[in-house]
């Protein structure tokens, strides 16, 4: 079964406005999430490091200012991203890891495609 | 920073047929995973490797992981329309322990 969500699932938004994703863990807690981001036809680029009740570590070249992330809880990682433009469409994915079979092993959401027009 | 090159980039096969995927990097790497993902999708996560030299099989699935732990293979055998995605992998830094850094990817299309 799915072990992290994401919501929505997609999002449309005008230029300048900000749009909130959730990303929960499911059935556990996660100290840490993380979040990606995706441009068409690429690999997943790693954007931050969420961490419960601590500040969000940022990947270089990441704007901390305008991707606002938020771990308030142990289920529950938000990003924010705040004056959207045209060149923030992409789809962000959230992940966890969790400790299965002895594996730290790591799992993601199913994504959300954000458009701005 | 820690790249890890995925070929071929593109790989557009018919069904029946076997295929080798390659991930190579000149970094190590404490575990290796791979992924599969399908369009509008998040990646779902179908093997992990940790030891020098694993092989590990899923099916018709089977990943290797180099004796160095800086490299690794996903071979699929008789190829079926439904194993079309786009194929990932990622390894884990030996240093940090969960911050993963995802190869360049390789689109498969099987068709009939």
């Known amino acids: 079964g799915a072990v992290v969500s994401q919501h929505p699932s997609w999002v449309i938004c005008k230029s300048g406005t900000s749009v909130k994703i959730e990303c929960r863990s499911l059935?556990?807690?996660?100290?840490?999430m993380f979040w990606y981001r995706q441009f068409p036809k690429q690999s997943l680029m790693l954007m931050a490091t969420?961490?419960?009740?601590?500040?969000?570590?940022?990947e270089q070249g990441v704007e901390k200012d305008k991707f606002l992330i938020n771990h308030a809880s142990l289920t529950l990682s938000t990003l924010t991203v705040t004056s959207a433009h045209p060149e923030d469409s992409s789809f962000y994915i959230c992940?966890?890891?969790?400790?299965?079979?002895?594996?730290?092993?790591?799992?993601f959401g199913p994504g959300t495609r954000l458009t701005v027009l | 920073t820690q790249l890890l090159e995925q070929s071929p980039q593109f790989l557009s096969i018919q069904e029946g047929e076997n295929l080798t995927v390659y991930c190579n990097s000149s970094?190590?790497?404490?575990?290796l995973q791979w992924y599969r993902q399908e369009p509008g999708e998040g990646p779902v996560l179908l093997v992990t490797?940790?030891?020098?030299?694993e092989v590990k099989k899923l099916k018709r699935l089977t990943f290797q992981f180099g004796d160095a732990r800086k490299d690794s293979s996903l071979h699929i055998t008789a190829a079926q329309p439904g194993d079309t995605g786009l194929y990932l992998c990622?390894?884990?830094?030996?240093?940090?322990?969960?911050?993963?850094?995802f190869g360049t990817g390789t689109r498969l299309q099987v068709t009939l």
């Open positions: 970094s190590v790497f404490s575990s």
């Open positions: 990622a390894g884990r830094n030996t240093g940090t322990a969960s911050k993963l850094t």
């Open positions: 059935d556990f807690q996660a100290t840490t």
């Open positions: 969420s961490n419960e009740g601590s500040k969000a570590t940022y």
């Open positions: 490797v940790v030891t020098g030299g």
């Open positions: 992940s966890t890891t969790r400790l299965a079979g002895g594996l730290n092993e790591q799992f």
